[in-house]
């Protein structure tokens, strides 16, 4: 069974960048899609991003595209969201996740995720 732990979030003024990972233990990421998610205070959990295995495909929010990039480290079993442009908008707990299936696509939906992290808190000020 897979563990996903995330880390690198914190507090960062409106234009400043953060780099978050997910580091899996338990399970070898590299067949699975992942996705990054966020849950802002009252509102719904949403989907931020989102690759197949082999990152040939991606997905993005329309609100986080041309500031967030996903990617994935095989070796260090991780996967990386760097976030550039933060607006006070992107504060939320961001949320990783591997997918049911095997990564052919990526996945938007919640429901096609099995694992998920305990999250890490972005706030971004004005």
């Known amino acids: 069974q897979v563990q996903l732990v995330e880390s690198g979030g914190g507090l960062v003024q409106a234009g400043g960048s953060l780099r978050l990972s997910c580091a899996a233990s338990g399970r070898a990421l590299n067949v699975f899609s992942m996705g990054w998610f966020r849950q802002a205070p009252g509102k719904e959990r949403e989907f931020v991003a989102g690759?197949?295995?082999?990152?040939?495909?991606?997905s993005y929010a329309d609100s986080v595209k041309g500031r967030f990039t996903i990617s994935r480290d095989y070796a260090a079993n991780t996967v990386i969201l760097q976030m550039n442009s933060l607006k006070p908008e992107d504060t939320a707990v961001y949320y990783c996740a591997k997918s049911r299936q095997y990564g052919l696509t990526y996945f938007r939906a919640i429901e096609e995720y099995d694992a998920w992290g305990q999250g890490t808190q972005v706030t971004v000020s004005s």
């Open positions: 690759t197949n295995w082999n990152m040939a495909n991606t």
